[in-house]
């Protein structure tokens, strides 16, 4: 039997947290009214509570860690290009080798 998981849209998981972070409610409380599972509304309440200051950081901030992972997935990319390009240059020095009969044994 498959289980179907509820999709709660982003509005509902804020309104949630955000009750719940009030503490004018208990945790059971808010989870009857929006019809959610009470452990789910304590995770949006963590999450809230740890991510909520990046909503106000400044973009100076987001686009600087940004561009670091954009850094960190370039350089990855050239050692990639880098290691093909060495062993195509090993190919083609190879089926030189062997047209020219030098050497019978490319590696």
């Given at each position: 039997?498959?289980?179907?998981?509820?999709?709660?849209?982003s509005e509902l998981k804020l309104?949630?947290?955000?009750?719940a972070a009030n503490n004018q409610k208990t945790v059971n409380q808010i989870a009857s009214n929006h019809?959610?599972?009470?452990?789910?509304?304590?995770q949006?309440?963590?999450h809230l509570l740890e991510e909520g200051a990046q909503l106000?950081?400044?973009?100076?901030?987001?686009k600087l860690r940004q561009a670091h992972?954009?850094?960190?997935y370039l350089q990855q990319q050239i050692g990639k290009l880098t290691?093909?390009?060495?062993?195509l240059?090993?190919?083609?020095?190879?089926?030189?080798r062997q047209e020219k009969n030098v050497d019978r044994f490319c590696r």
């Open positions: 039997m498959t289980r179907k998981y509820k999709h709660h849209s309104k949630a947290a955000l009750e019809g959610v599972a009470p452990v789910q509304v304590t949006w309440k963590k106000f950081q400044s973009k100076k901030k987001v992972e954009d850094v960190g290691t093909q390009i060495e062993w240059k090993k190919s083609k020095e190879c089926s030189l």
